[in-house]
């Protein structure tokens, strides 16, 4: 099965999920109901989590977006990074999030966003593939594995 929908204009990605966007929902539940899909999803701090879909870094924006919404959450926001990195997430894996790819860092390390800290936001190669960030307003303890 193969699923594309293509870029929305950023404010309309604000909204509820397009037609198109839908059907990509859609496509992805098939996707996991037919076990051609592994993901690895992280433990949760202040609501948000990873996730990996196939592998490191195998998704679109727009597939990012329909997996959390399959996951009853969504793209989580720059703000809600910020605050679960200040609870203790970090890792070395950028994803997408709300207008951005991202990677939460804590401690500094030289093969993690370039020894940053923060929420480091990449600004080069953001047309490639990568995992997401999702948001579940439901669970925002500090952590939950």
């Avoid at 404010?11 to 592994?38: G, I, K, M, S």
């Avoid at 990074?81 to 950028?94: D, S, V």
């Avoid at 401690?107 to 923060?118: D, E, F, L």
């Amino acid at each position: 099965i193969e699923c594309r929908v293509g870029m929305q204009p950023a404010a309309d990605r604000r909204r509820a999920l397009r037609p198109a966007a839908l059907a990509l929902v859609l496509c992805l539940l098939v996707q996991l109901c037919q076990a051609e899909t592994t993901l690895y999803i992280s433990c949760r701090f202040q609501g948000v989590y990873h996730v990996e879909k196939n592998g490191r870094y195998n998704m679109t924006r727009d597939e990012g977006v329909a997996l959390c919404h399959v996951l009853n959450s969504t793209l989580a926001t720059r703000e809600q990074l910020e605050n679960a990195r200040q609870a203790g997430f970090e890792t070395c894996r950028y994803g997408w999030i709300e207008d951005n790819i991202a990677i939460p860092r804590i401690q500094a390390n030289p093969i993690c966003a370039a020894s940053n800290t923060g929420v480091y936001i990449l600004t080069s190669n953001i047309t490639d593939k990568y995992d997401t960030f999702c948001y579940n307003a439901s669970e925002t303890r500090d952590r939950k594995s």
